[in-house]
């Protein structure tokens, strides 16, 4: 009789092992599979392993009021690609006291400032529409050299997608809509 109960005492402890090896397996399977799911939804999109495709549009640079010596100016920027990108640089030969990055606020006195930030992102499949109320380019113009309708040229450098060159429009403060 104890011979009977060993046996089946192994072939039980075997049956044990077998199932808990089967569910030791089973993870990483369905782990797996739900991975390569993903991938296939993401790459049947289109969006796997593309680049930054960066678009700008929408220049406009506001003709400085007497007097001031900096003044804002607004793009566009469409990121078309699978990536994200970063505006870093700005840079215009029409503008020589330089350019900066800037983020407007609101204070709680109701009074508004610019403060410089180091860079923009853009998203992947995102725009960014510079406006007063948000990010913006702080241009130091030099006095009386622009007039509305002028174009004024302007390369903006990204992280990834290199330089874009473009003109923005001289445009008078109040005559466009954000």
């Known amino acids: ?16 092992r077998l199932t808990d090896t089967l569910l030791a397996a089973l993870v990483p399977v369905a782990a797996s599979s739900l991975a390569l799911a993903g ?39 469409t990121n078309e690609g699978g990536s994200a990108d970063r505006l870093v640089d700005v840079t215009s030969p029409d503008a020589p006291g330089g350019i900066r990055l800037s983020r407007h606020h609101m204070s709680t006195a109701a009074t508004a400032y610019r403060s410089p930030v180091d860079s923009i992102g853009i998203q992947a499949g995102k725009s960014v529409a510079m406006s007063p109320y948000g990010v913006d380019l702080t241009v130091t113009a030099p006095a009386g050299a622009w007039r509305p309708g002028d174009l004024v040229s302007f390369t903006l450098t990204f992280s990834r997608s290199g330089r874009v060159e473009l003109p923005a429009v001289v445009v008078r403060p109040g005559t466009i809509a954000f």
Do not use: K, Y
């Not at 009789?1 to 044990?16: I, Q, T, Y």
């Open 1 to 16: 009789m104890n011979g009977v109960l060993a046996h089946l005492a192994a072939r039980l402890g075997d049956r044990r």
């Open 39 to 77: 991938l296939t939804t993401w790459a049947g999109t289109g969006n796997a392993g593309s680049p930054a495709r960066i678009r700008v549009t929408e220049g406009r640079v506001l003709l400085p009021v007497a007097g001031a010596s900096q003044t804002a100016a607004f793009f566009r920027i």
